[in-house]
């Protein structure tokens, strides 16, 4: 979902923020591709989970192994496991695997909670950024007029309850002494907990995105406020042999007078940059322009559309890999299920 919005909104520019202030322009596109790198890595710890998961312990019996003449490398082919724990002592006692899972979901729901405080961010009055669809909202019990991102607001809070599950085994573990103890018997609910409860929400979080609607002029408008253009223009005076620190501060004097005089830097006399520094051009107005400063960032991984289609790309690629790699691992669970 986040990759096919990143195709749709591909010229949509808004503010990029560090520390919540006004920092540069960036493409919508590259801001999702963001959280679409976010959850292909969460992706690969769920994998290492699974395979962490995936070695049989059936043979170490209660702790010391057995008498009897198993084979346990063919009863682990035979149920599907890449292969069999080692240690009998550690196959009876280990949750390092649900653990790995644990974290995983953990990383994920930290994921989702910063998306979501981004919805409610963009679809608050101050931003507008978003409109939520009425099916990802909810009315005031009181107030008529209000449409409330609820549906963002659970996902985010969903994060506490995912941690302490984390939390949770954890401290069950961490006092275990070898091999089995009943504590052991806590490791199953907070596992299956935080499984449901991602999946609910990583299906909620795609229907909002898919449904909102991006108000593209409130991020265009957005964009004429903060000076976005400060760095791009300090950057105009180191390229001309300014060290940029001597740079930062003409910028900075440039802005100050913005300030003073209640307008943006693209308004002030092509005279007041000259007397700030002579090595100002007429050119300098190119520097001021928004979608040229976005386009200026063509590095790998930038915000230049050269750039991001090609991490598009890239993102288009990971996913293929990734549901090749899932469905991979589908056939193996139901090969281990004996599901024809």
């Known amino acids: 979902v986040l990759v096919d919005a990143a195709k749709k909104y591909d010229k949509v520019i808004l503010p990029g923020y560090t520390h919540m202030q006004h920092a540069q322009p960036v493409l919508l596109s590259h801001h999702l591709l963001a959280y679409s790198w976010m959850f292909a890595r969460d992706f690969t710890r769920l994998k290492a989970a699974f395979d962490a998961a995936d070695n049989c312990p059936l043979g170490a019996a209660a702790l010391a192994g057995t008498s009897y003449p198993l084979d346990r490398q063919l009863t682990a082919a035979e149920?599907?496991?890449?292969?069999?724990?080692?240690?009998?002592?550690?196959?009876?006692?280990?949750?390092?695997?649900?653990?790995?899972?644990?974290?995983?979901?953990s990383v994920m729901a930290m994921h989702l909670s910063r998306l979501s405080e981004e919805i409610v961010l963009?679809?608050?009055?101050?931003?507008?950024?978003?409109?939520?669809?009425?099916?990802?909202?909810?009315?005031?019990?009181?107030?008529?007029?209000?449409?409330?991102?609820?549906?963002?607001?659970?996902?985010?809070?969903?994060?506490?309850?995912?941690?302490?599950?984390?939390?949770?085994?954890?401290?069950?573990?961490?006092?275990?002494?070898?091999?089995?103890?009943?504590?052991?018997?806590?490791?199953?609910?907070?596992?299956?907990?935080?499984?449901?409860?991602?999946?609910?929400?990583?299906?909620?979080m795609a229907g909002m995105i898919s449904t909102w609607t991006v108000n593209e002029d409130a991020m265009a408008r957005e964009c004429g406020v903060g000076h976005l253009a400060?760095?791009?223009?300090?950057?105009?005076?180191?390229?001309?042999?300014?060290?940029?620190?001597?740079?930062?501060?003409?910028?900075?004097?440039?802005?100050?007078?913005?300030?003073?005089?209640?307008?943006?830097?693209?308004?002030l006399p092509f005279e007041v940059f000259q007397e700030a520094s002579p090595l100002f051009e007429r050119d300098i107005t190119e520097a001021l322009d928004i979608p040229s400063i976005v386009a200026a960032r063509t590095t790998e991984g930038g915000t230049a559309p050269a750039a991001v289609a090609v991490q598009l790309e890239r993102a288009e690629a990971q996913l293929v890999a990734d549901e090749g790699v899932f469905g991979s691992l589908t056939k193996v669970v139901e090969m281990g299920h004996g599901v024809k």
Request: glycine share 8%.
């Open 79 to 105: 149920l599907g496991f890449a292969g069999v724990i080692p240690n009998s002592l550690d196959a009876v006692s280990d949750r390092d695997f649900l653990l790995d899972l644990h974290y995983a979901g």
């Open 122 to 204: 963009w679809s608050s009055s101050e931003f507008g950024f978003i409109t939520l669809s009425d099916s990802y909202s909810t009315g005031s019990s009181i107030m008529p007029q209000k449409k409330n991102p609820d549906f963002a607001e659970l996902i985010r809070g969903k994060s506490g309850r995912v941690y302490g599950n984390l939390v949770q085994l954890l401290v069950t573990m961490k006092g275990l002494p070898l091999a089995y103890n009943k504590d052991l018997q806590e490791d199953k609910e907070g596992a299956l907990d935080t499984a449901h409860t991602l999946m609910q929400c990583l299906s909620v």
């Open 230 to 267: 400060a760095t791009d223009v300090a950057d105009y005076l180191a390229k001309r042999g300014l060290p940029f620190r001597e740079a930062h501060a003409v910028v900075g004097h440039l802005v100050l007078m913005c300030e003073k005089r209640g307008c943006n830097l693209e308004d």
